[in-house]
């Protein structure tokens, strides 16, 4: 269906207010900032901030859904013959070679990682989408395989997989903050994905192949 004017209005209010909120933390610091600066800047009021955005962490991880999806829509989206581990070892290496934004690949991605790094609730927050990002793949992984609740190994190839993502993710912003380039960074996360890759066990490289039909 196509997007409606009041639907669109509200889409853009959204992300105009998160794009001056970005751009305050950047500037100013995660703490320093408050609701009513936010509001301040983007012309609205407080409420209108916290009716679109609960809670200030939420301005700044304003499109943390798509990241705790990522995960189990690459397994999904999985080719037949193919693995959880290994579809998303494909899609991973595909975002690294496009050196995407995605992937924190860009100029100014330092920036981000700082304000990060020096504000205790954004960590905070970091930390939970981690979990939530786990926690999604694991049953996404169960649905998949039919595995019963009783069944530990979902979790574990969860963990297994999340710890790949998660490593190549802290790697980037590792490099990143210390004002590398990101073509350069994303030729040695291609080599260290195949490091990785070579670590992980046989069992989770062949769990939830999906079938040819």
């Known amino acids: 269906m196509a ?13 105009r207010i998160s794009d001056i909120a ?22 609205v009021s407080v409420n209108t901030v916290y009716n679109y955005f609960p809670a200030k962490e939420d301005l700044f ?3 943390s859904q798509g990241v705790v999806d990522r995960l189990s829509r690459w397994v999904r989206g999985r080719d037949a013959g193919e693995s959880a581990a290994r579809a998303v070892l494909r899609e991973l290496r595909a975002e690294i070679e496009a050196v995407s934004p995605r992937m924190g ?19 905070s927050r970091l930390w939970s989408i981690q979990q939530e990002v786990q926690d999604n793949l694991e049953a996404t992984l169960r649905e998949e395989t039919g595995a019963g609740d009783a069944d530990p190994l979902p979790g574990l190839i ?22 590398r380039n990101p073509d350069e960074v994303s030729r040695e996360m291609l080599v260290l994905l195949d490091d990785i890759e070579e670590l992980l066990s046989e069992k989770v490289l062949n769990y939830a192949v999906r079938g040819a039909g």
């Open 3 to 15: 997007e409606g004017l009041r639907e669109r209005k509200k889409r853009e209010t959204r992300q």
């Open 22 to 43: 970005t751009g305050l933390f950047l500037e100013r610091g995660f703490v320093t900032v408050t609701i009513a600066d936010v509001a301040e800047a983007a012309d």
């Open 61 to 63: 991880f304003d499109r």
């Open 105 to 123: 690949l860009v100029e100014g991605y330092d920036r981000f990682m700082r304000c990060i790094e020096e504000a205790p609730p954004l960590r």
């Open 158 to 179: 969860a963990g297994q997989i999340c710890w790949v993502h998660g490593t190549v993710f802290g790697a980037i912003g590792r490099e990143m903050v210390k004002g």
